[in-house]
């Protein structure tokens, strides 16, 4: 059995006031449509995604969900439920048995609700999860009551909701569909029972900032804090680039090494691999391969910062410490700051640059040669 998710992200997000959709935003350090794409598939079953974006942001939206076996996006409509109409039509040339649509801004699909679903469907042709109304419901007119609604046999609709695909894209094919306003109401609307399987508060669908500090809370409660450590030393060389936390520093003298001897990125790199118990930068990136020869050290800590994401972790914090007699690092550190961040898509607040010297004592004191230290704080999906 094939199983498809649409993800639904052509949506603007303009009640959230943000500079850009709020799909877009980052939570914990990645796009919150992200988030949701990563949940659909720890739930099992699915297949593949097929995201949906707003009309020309087709390669953005592809590259946030790198590495996922996602479809290239495409292009969404004028309504919701115009986009997912465009995406179940770009199944239809190989379609799956099953299509599950998903709102982008849901970033945390919980247990349980994909296989609730599954189930669902070998009796009914839809199925969504659901939550009971608690509050009691008013109908208001001009800032007043009008009438009180009874709540006995409401229920708040979420996503993913999921059907037998032949079944939805007949009912988006029919006239009035952009109308619906969820993809549930075009299958009642056909006479086809759709099943209620239960919801859950955590399936947060994120509209106001409110939101999305919740839910940022609820995941960092789910994390545990581990803590690397790296040091890296390189011997002073004449006539090579001084490069320290990725800035590049005018003179005469640099570092040997294999890449570009950045002691910093290293040091940093070593830290973040101890974290995660993903070994050294050797592991990754050994010294006798002479792809490796003089390269930008910037690759390596960027792939580092990749597998933190890859992980689900976030970094806390970065503190790294350049121990030298020169070059001063003072006039740098702020540049080196900003450089480390952007590298790791970290706030600078996070990161921090700092030196000391050895008051003259051994091979940094005496110039021979500059070390690093660094110390790095990751939080780490339990």
């Not at 247990?111 to 509050?135: F, H, K, Q, Y």
């Amino acid at each position: 059995m094939r199983i498809v998710a649409l993800l639904v992200a052509a949506g603007r997000g303009q009640r959230f006031g943000a500079d850009r959709p709020k799909q877009y935003l980052p939570l914990l350090g990645r796009p919150v449509l992200r988030h949701a794409a990563e949940a659909l598939l720890r739930e099992g079953g699915v297949t593949e995604i097929q995201p949906v974006s707003a009309p020309g942001e087709e390669a953005t939206l592809a590259a946030l969900l790198d590495g996922l076996p996602c479809r290239f996006p495409v292009a969404g409509g004028a309504s919701r439920q115009a986009s997912v109409r465009n995406g179940l039509e770009a199944l239809a040339a190989d379609p799956p048995d099953i299509v599950l649509v998903h709102d982008s801004a849901r970033p945390v699909v919980p247990a349980g609700t994909v296989p609730a679903l599954l189930a669902a469907l070998r009796e009914m042709p839809g199925a969504i999860p659901s939550l009971p109304v608690a509050d009691t419901l008013k109908r208001g007119e001009d800032g007043r009551i009008a009438a009180t609604v009874p709540r006995a046999g409401l229920f708040r609709a979420q996503t993913p909701q999921a059907f037998r695909y032949p079944d939805l894209l007949a009912a988006h094919r029919t006239e009035g569909a952009e109308e619906a306003t969820d993809d549930a109401q075009l299958l009642e609307r056909a006479g086809l029972p759709v099943a209620l399987v239960p919801g859950h508060e955590s399936n947060v669908k994120i509209t106001w900032p409110e939101d999305l500090a919740r839910v940022e809370a609820s995941l960092l409660a789910r994390l545990i804090p581990r803590t690397g450590t790296g040091f890296d030393v390189h011997r002073i060389a004449a006539g090579r680039p001084m490069v320290l936390c990725g800035v590049t520093i005018p003179g005469p003298i640099g570092l040997d090494g294999h890449s570009d001897a950045d002691v910093g990125i290293h040091a940093l790199c070593d830290a973040i691999y101890g974290a995660l118990a993903e070994g050294d930068i050797g592991r990754w990136f050994p010294p006798s391969e002479m792809r490796w020869k003089d390269a930008d050290s910037a690759r390596f800590l960027r792939h580092a910062a990749e597998r933190i994401a890859a992980r689900g972790a976030v970094l806390a914090n970065a503190d790294v410490t350049l121990i030298c007699e020169q070059p001063k690092i003072t006039p740098y550190a702020t540049a080196m700051r900003e450089r480390l961040a952007g590298l790791l898509g970290a706030p600078l607040d996070r990161i921090s640059v700092k030196a000391t010297t050895t008051e003259r004592l051994g091979f940094a004191g005496r110039g021979e040669g500059i070390a690093a230290q660094a110390a790095v704080s990751i939080l780490v999906p339990g």
